[in-house]
């Protein structure tokens, strides 16, 4: 590292910068090649026989169980398809207790008896793959010498195709699961909580004498992302070990401004971005919507709303391809929630909602008031957030989120639900039985005449709440970028079941009564009196709702460790195992995996900002200082007479305050070095430290002479591209 260097970045950036204008066109419409790289229904239909597809769409559609006597004709109409993809292997692809996904390449390539070549495919290879469970995290699973694991195919989620240079994959979504059944990844738990809410909503509407409808559990993933020019990032060592700049000195124009926000793109990115969106909707990922975040070099790209295992599915996969095509075009994408210090971190937009046949259960109509299955779902939710807000906060904890959590783009860690006031109306009209009518809708008045006239709302966003109602869905806005969504889900889906089955539970007690309507919004007022203390319309981030919070008793896990406590706790562990989604050996699992992976990365940070402060900062600190040295003396040497030179009060006392922090470095350094591994006990210590070794350092950034500076700085960083 050396300002050579940096100088050499600045000039690579620079020259990467895309003119206006220069977005390539193909002429080819979305339309005509969305989905191409995916084994749909339309592929499904002209590869299998009519008989199979059948079968085969009856598990996709409609969750049927899947009729194993196709297996053998689906694997070779995959393998054809694929091939006519120009696939040449192919592999199962999961999601294991890491973060991110997995996958072991075959080849279609294989020998007969006559040893000629031939390319095969079979159904038990469709159907089950055995990889080495050993070596992935298990919490105790699976000992060392346990090595089997194995992955299930996943037909719902449908095939598809993973392009590179020099040909394609063939990727199968599974599962992953070890030699004694227990869940080994994220997709077993999400898949058991989504058939659990299923049939805890079945259950639910037949209270109302609904017949039984197909329910869709749906997510939109709002996907938070920093660029930066690649030549910088190679600069950063802490930037390509830790995903995140452990030093740094604020520059004087960050966000303040807020015009990044929603302002124009740039040519490089709208580059970047139309190549992702192509990549994108090959794989038949409803990409939708993109637009620039509000700190500079920050951005977001959202889909359309999706069933839940699949959206999850095109989640991981949107992240893998926002990295590897900001690669190719000479940028990297940052996922890290809090990648600059000062400035906003990226979140994970957690969008859920309902369907019940083509009805949105989150949407109120035109008189919510009366509409008793959104209220009795509403209620449902709002108990459910209010007794499992500890498994929501522990669905947020990543070592990044750390950083983003309370912040200025954040909600804190105190879960909370916002409602807006004209539903929170409503629910104090059920709690107080006195029911009157309002409007739910405003007229928006632009004051210009040619202007159409605006209907507004039924209430404002909230964007420093946990968990808002944003109009028909629940928006989760605490998980982080970098995050799989499953965790979230998986919980929260749980969490809901347990309400709808304990509604359900009083309304069959009350059956068809001529007077339902009355002893349905009695419950519901008894429910919501408990309960409501989770609702909160107002700032989350004032310390008047700390305050507040405490006083309502809702739980504040400030820490990541003690965030993560509540997979241990015996309540939760009951819940789980009621469900069927985890057994309690399971929970205990993810424990140990999520705890150990979090002291991991504080260690790894600390390491390397510890290296990179001794041999990168350090000298260039001592260099500044002994050239000040030399530079007093000289003055010194002219003058015996302090007042005989200007200036040499202005010299010492810089040269004093070098070496006071030259002084300080070297202490932070050896303190944070001789606190030796991050554990459960030191770890907030270890976390301070690094804290104030940063402080040190970016002080110094600021006092040393820029043209000696080694490392990329945010002005450039987050401005040059």
Request: net charge negative; proline share 5%; glycine share 6%.
């Amino acid at each position: 590292m050396s300002a050579t260097n940096r100088r050499q970045a600045i000039e690579s950036a620079s020259q990467h910068i895309t003119p206006p204008g220069s977005l390539p066109n193909d002429g080819k419409a979305p339309i005509d090649y969305y989905g191409k790289d995916v084994f749909n229904a339309s592929a499904i239909r002209k590869y299998l026989s009519r008989g199979a597809s059948e079968k085969l769409l009856a598990t996709i559609q409609n969750g049927a169980p899947l009729d194993p006597s196709v297996a053998g004709d689906v694997a070779h109409a995959m393998k054809d398809w694929a091939i006519s993809r120009g696939a040449t292997h192919f592999t199962h692809w999961f999601q294991p207790m890491t973060s991110g996904t997995a996958e072991k390449h075959d080849a279609f390539l294989d020998l007969n008896e006559q040893g000629e070549a031939i390319m095969t495919f079979s159904g038990r290879n469709l159907v089950m793959s055995e990889p080495d469970a050993s070596s992935f995290p298990s919490g105790g699973l699976r000992c060392t010498f346990e090595a089997r694991g194995y992955t299930a195919w996943d037909p719902t989620s449908p095939a598809f195709i993973k392009r590179n240079p020099h040909g394609a994959t063939l990727c199968i979504p599974s599962t992953f699961l070890s030699f004694n059944s227990e869940a080994l990844d994220k997709k077993i738990p999400l898949q058991r909580s989504i058939s659990a809410l299923k049939q805890a909503l079945l259950r639910f509407m037949a209270c109302f004498n609904e017949a039984p409808e197909r329910v869709a559990v749906t997510l939109g993933a709002e996907q938070e992302y920093f660029l930066i020019d690649k030549a910088f990032y190679l600069q950063r060592p802490d930037l390509y070990q830790t995903g995140r700049t452990l030093f740094g000195a604020p520059p004087a124009r960050h966000q303040q401004l807020e015009d990044h926000y929603f302002g124009a793109i740039k040519p490089r990115v709208i580059n970047f971005m139309a190549e992702v969106e192509e990549e994108l909707w090959r794989l038949g990922i409803p990409a939708k919507t993109r637009h620039n975040e509000v700190a500079p070099a920050q951005f977001e790209l959202a889909p359309t709303f999706e069933e839940l295992n699949l959206a999850v599915d095109h989640n991981m996969l949107t992240m893998e391809i926002l990295q590897r095509v900001a690669e190719k075009n000479g940028l990297v994408c940052l996922l890290h929630e809090k990648p600059f210090a000062g400035v906003n971190g990226s979140g994970k937009h957690n969008n859920w909602s309902v369907t019940y046949g083509s009805r949105n259960l989150l949407e109120p109509g035109k008189d919510p008031i009366n509409n008793r299955v959104f209220l009795a779902f509403l209620t449902a939710l709002i108990r459910a957030t209010d007794l499992h807000s500890d498994l929501l906060r522990c669905a947020t904890v990543t070592a990044g989120n750390d950083h983003r959590l309370g912040a200025n783009e954040a909600p804190p860690a105190i879960i909370s639900i916002y409602l807006g006031e004209f539903l929170s109306d409503i629910l104090r009209q059920i709690e107080s039985g006195d029911f009157r009518k309002r409007s739910s809708k405003h007229a928006l008045k632009v004051g210009v005449a040619t202007a159409p006239n605006i209907e507004g709302d039924d209430s404002d966003r909230n964007r420093t709440s946990p968990f808002a109602f944003t109009g028909n869905k629940f928006e989760f806005r605490a998980c982080g970028s970098s995050q799989s969504c499953s965790e979230f889900n998986t919980f929260f889906n749980v969490a809901v079941a347990e309400s709808l089955d304990y509604l359900s539970e009083k309304f069959e007690a009350i059956g068809n009564s001529d007077d339902f309507d009355d002893q349905l919004r009695d419950i519901l007022a008894e429910v919501l009196r408990k309960h409501d203390r989770v609702v909160y319309n107002g700032d989350n981030y004032s310390s008047r709702w700390i305050e507040e919070a405490n006083r309502r008793g809702l739980p504040c896990l400030k820490t990541a460790l003690d965030a993560l406590k509540p997979l241990l706790n015996p309540k939760n562990c009951r819940l789980m195992e009621k469900y069927g989604i985890f057994t309690t050996v399971e929970l205990e699992s993810r424990y140990d995996v999520y705890s150990e992976e979090y002291l991991r990365k504080i260690q790894i940070e600390g390491e390397v900002a510890c290296d990179m402060a001794r041999n990168i900062i350090l000298p260039v600190a001592l260099e500044s200082y002994d050239f000040l040295a030399k530079t007093l003396k000289t003055v010194r040497d002219l003058c015996e007479n302090p007042k005989g030179v200007k200036g040499r009060k202005v010299l010492e006392t810089k040269f004093e305050t070098m070496g006071n922090l030259v002084a300080q470095l070297e202490e932070k350094i050896e303190k944070l070095a001789q606190i030796g591994a991050a554990n459960a006990d030191n770890c907030q210590e270890y976390i301070q430290t690094t804290r104030d070794l940063r402080t040190v350092v970016d002080v110094l950034e600021t006092l040393v002479d820029d043209r000696k500076w080694p490392l990329p700085k945010y002005r450039e960083m987050l401005f040059i591209m």
